[in-house]
């Protein structure tokens, strides 16, 4: 089940480029870059500051697709 996310979108909404949100989380732009094209899961702690950045729970910004769980 790949995990997806709605980085790039609420990064726009908020008027942030990668670099701002890397600073703001404690990652680079590279990073956030990954992030947003899923070539990278965040750790738990880093997918809970990205959260906290937009005023969103993990769930709201991050979710799995495809089969649901057991």
């Known amino acids: 089940m790949p995990l997806v996310n709605r980085v790039k ?3 726009a909404a908020k008027g942030l480029n990668q670099q701002e949100l ?8 590279q990073t956030v870059s990954l992030i947003e094209r899923g070539d990278y899961n965040p750790s738990v ?17 991050f979710y799995l697709t495809g089969e649901e769980l057991e």
Do not use: C, H, W
């Open 9 to 11: 979108e609420l990064r």
């Open 22 to 29: 890397g600073q703001m989380v404690g990652a680079s732009r």
């Open 45 to 61: 702690t880093l997918a809970l500051r990205i959260a906290r950045v937009f005023g969103k729970s993990v769930d709201e910004v």
